[in-house]
């Protein structure tokens, strides 16, 4: 049971971390970016890659934070100067691209069959292979991201964001570039993402490109709506909310292959309930895109 | 290289036709509605999956069969539209935009339940196998499932477009698209005129997906692949015009099947391709080939 727990646990905080990453992007920013689980997918395949060739843990997450984020700058090139509803079918578009490369490049990526066996990182000499371990080193980084993240959404920078989310006419006509800054707040968002993903990877310890597709986008799109977009605590709470529904279903016996449809209905239903009824989410602010 | 020339073309005709049929509804919608329905595509899927219900496992004849699936697709779509994306009709497009992602995500998870997860096909046991029709010395092959395809599409198409430009209805449709409350000032009841709009896409979308389900395989993500191709199709083509769509979805299949047939790439590589164009064209022409809507719309 403890080791259930630990394990849950270990899950609960990649996951929300996850969703916050996202919630710079759609909810701050106010981009309905749909494409988000390719920075995730993109930032894992490089850390998976390193990992498996012995390079060193800091040096393999940073590597991953950084061509997500590179991946975040060339993707925010063109997607982000498109208006609102354009931007989501070109990030969709953006997350088929990635995942045609990854199940293509066999060479490289395995294809379909994923990269199995990922290390747990050795920092030190210290080895963080139980789960119990895992979960410390999670806390540790996941408390320095979401403090960076924290730090940065409640500067001026974030202000500025915000500001482009409410009114971007407003924001060039006070002389910001708000190009700049819708494209340093989706590298930012990607950056971390890769930093994330780095966790996700030696925790699951496995990767393949069926776990950066269109049933993962919907699940944080979901707990990112339920926990309500463009707040920090409702990026990280809403994640959690659905994690819990879902362990909820694992208690009810089912058959094997109606889990994986089921949990999506469950995602699909909450975020087809929130949208209707509670379109700020639990803690969110009042968001123009979403409260009208 | 030559010989299989004719060949190519007409796989690319044949995949042109679908792609039109279901982007008509996405354009119709986002027209009038000005949002992306991702569900739309999942018509197309959904048709393809009870017609292999009623047509294959329950053995009724095909044209009986084919027209119940039509009137329930018809009745479902408009009743989706009232309980889903009426309530946020006067919203930001993403309101809609999201539940649309929610309902397409649904229904995929529906169909996998009943009918599982994998590939299947209405012609497994190979007995239904349709009758070719070899041309050229035997370079050009038709068979008689492709061409009832055409026939059907390209009927549905010149219906599809006197009907938006000589009937009431159609005409109403079209002042509602350009400006719901003059419309409905002038007495043009939105709310039908809307529903109309979804009877008629559903229809054509289920329609393009039970033909398509006979040319190529059933899979329950068929139908979100093609929201984003038929979504492609719209914006090259020009949105809200239904020649726009037909435009797009015929570089669309000229583009995938040449690709195929005559460079060395994968044939994996073919959405990739599909959406890096969609890409390039909302940055150089955002309106589209036949747009005639300012570029503000797109971009800020």
Request: proline share 4%.
């Amino acid at each position: 049971m403890l080791d259930y727990l630990i394990h849950l646990a270990a899950e609960f905080i990649i996951l929300s971390m996850l969703t916050l990453c996202l919630d710079i992007i759609i909810g701050f920013v106010g981009y309905l970016n749909l494409g988000h689980v390719a920075f995730w997918a993109i930032g894992s395949y490089t850390y998976a890659l390193l990992m498996l060739h012995g390079v060193p843990f800091f040096v393999s997450m940073v590597a991953a934070g950084v061509v997500a984020g590179i991946a975040g700058f060339l993707i925010g090139l063109p997607t982000l100067r498109l208006k609102g509803h354009y931007i989501a079918i070109a990030t969709l578009g953006f997350m088929y691209i990635t995942g045609a490369f990854l199940s293509n490049l066999t060479d490289v990526t395995r294809g379909p069959l994923g990269l199995p066996g990922i290390p747990r990182p050795t920092i030190f000499g210290f080895y963080f292979g139980s789960d119990f371990l895992f979960l410390g080193l999670t806390v540790a980084i996941s408390l320095v991201v979401a403090l960076l993240i924290y730090k940065i959404l409640h500067s001026p920078f974030g202000k500025i964001l915000e500001t482009i989310r409410e009114d971007e006419v407003a924001a060039k006509a006070l002389g910001k570039n708000t190009f700049g800054y819708k494209l340093q707040a989706n590298v930012v968002s990607a950056f971390f993402v890769g930093i994330m993903s780095a966790l996700s990877a030696s925790f699951f310890q496995y990767i393949g490109p069926t776990d950066f597709e269109v049933p993962r986008m919907i699940f944080f799109l979901a707990a990112l709506m339920i926990g309500g977009a463009g707040s920090f605590w409702g990026g990280l709470l809403g994640a959690v909310v659905i994690l819990g529904l879902e362990e909820c279903t694992r208690f009810i016996a089912l058959p094997p292959n109606a889990i994986g449809p089921i949990r999506t209905m469950i995602y699909a239903v909450i975020l087809i309930a929130v949208m209707l009824y509670k379109p700020n989410g639990i803690l969110g602010k009042k968001i123009k895109a979403f409260d009208r | 290289m030559l010989e299989i020339l004719p060949q190519v073309i007409w796989y690319s005709l044949v995949a042109s036709a679908i792609y039109t049929l279901v982007a008509i509804g996405l354009t119709m919608t986002f027209g009038v509605l000005g949002f992306i329905n991702f569900a739309h595509g999942e018509m197309a899927m959904l048709g393809a999956y009870l017609l292999l219900a009623f047509w294959v496992m329950l053995k009724w004849p095909f044209w009986p069969a084919f027209t119940l699936v039509v009137i329930l697709m018809v009745i479902f779509g408009v009743l989706l539209e009232k309980f889903t994306f009426k309530p946020v009709r006067k919203s930001h497009p993403f309101k809609p935009l999201i539940i649309s992602i929610g309902v397409s995500a649904f229904l995929q998870s529906v169909v996998v339940l009943i009918f599982g997860a994998g590939v299947t096909s209405y012609f497994q046991d190979g007995q239904q196998a349709a009758q070719t029709f070899s041309f050229l010395n035997g370079d050009f092959v038709v068979t008689d499932h492709q061409i009832l395809l055409m026939a059907i599409s390209v009927i549905l198409l010149i219906a599809l477009a006197l009907f938006l430009k000589y009937s009431k209805t159609g005409k109403a449709m079209r002042a509602v698209a350009d400006n719901p409350q003059v419309a409905a000032i002038l007495g043009i009841n939105v709310d039908r005129t809307v529903s109309i709009i979804f009877a008629l896409g559903t229809a054509l979308a289920a329609i393009g997906g039970m033909l398509i389900a006979g040319e190529q395989n059933l899979t329950p993500t068929m139908g979100l692949s093609l929201s984003i191709y038929g979504f492609s199709a719209v914006v090259l083509g020009g949105v809200g015009n239904v020649w726009g769509a037909l435009v797009g979805a015929l570089i669309i299949g000229f583009l995938e099947n040449f690709l195929t047939a005559f460079t060395a790439l994968p044939p994996n590589y073919n959405s990739a391709i599909v959406f890096l164009l969609l890409i390039i064209m909302l940055m150089v022409r955002p309106n589209g080939i036949l747009g005639a809507r300012a570029e503000a719309e797109v971009r800020k």
